[in-house]
Each structure stands twice: as C-alpha cells, then as structure tokens.
Nanobody, 115 residues
Framework: QVHLVESGGGLVQPGGSLRLSCEAS????????MGWHRQAPGKQRELVSL???????HYGDYRKGRFTISRDNAKNTVYLQMNNLKPEDTAVYYC?????????WGQGTQVTISS
C-alpha cells in the first residue's frame, strides 16, 4: 500500500501564499513522478504541476509563474509553493504519486482564497 498525506491547505486572502506538502510512505519502491491536481466546485480535476525523480517539472498553463513545485527525495515529499493566490485558485488540491507504474492519490486538502 502507498499512503499520501497532504498538509498545508487553508483559507487565505487574495494575494496571499500557501505551501502544500505531501509525504509518500508505504510500498514506494519505484516512486517516480509526484505532483498535484486540483478540482474546483463544478469543474473537472486538472493538473497543477508534477515533478519527476530527477527534478524535471511541468506546470499547468494557468500558473503563470505563481506556483513552484519542489521535491525532497530523501523525505519522499513533494511541495507546492503557491504565491499571489487568486479566488479562482480555490479548489481541493490532490497530491498524486506514480509508483511502479501505478497512480496513487492523497485525500485532498482544501485551499480557499477569499477576502
């Protein structure tokens, strides 16, 4: 079993910042890509960002320099630094990991941007 535990979500004002974390544990031999999707109410889940085991990254188009993904392989943890947050960033953010060819998901963490 692979377990993904997310933390760092919450309520912030527009223009604020949040840092999400996701730690993978369990049967994670062969851990490769890690990253984040998000799902806003009434919308489909969409890719936010991913990072592979070598540190190569990919971002969704809308991030426009506001989000930065990073990874600590020693801790099996992926981070998402989100700056200049906007109300449209409000969503549940889901961590994912690719382990030996299989995808695993975290339980999700709510991010709400509101004044």
């Amino acid at each position: 079993q692979v377990h993904l535990v997310e933390s760092g979500g919450g309520l912030v004002q527009p223009g604020g910042s949040l840092r999400l974390s996701c730690e993978a544990s369990g049967s994670i031999f062969g851990l490769n890509d890690m990253g984040w999707h998000r799902q806003a109410p009434g919308k489909q889940r969409e890719l936010v960002s991913l990072i592979d085991s070598s540190g190569a990254t990919h971002y969704g188009d809308y991030r426009k320099g506001r989000f930065t993904i990073s990874r600590d392989n020693a801790k099996n943890t992926v981070y998402l630094q989100m700056n200049n947050l906007k109300p449209e960033d409000t969503a549940v953010y889901y961590c994912f990991a690719l382990v030996a060819g299989a995808f695993y998901w975290g339980q999700g963490t709510q991010v709400t941007i509101s004044s």
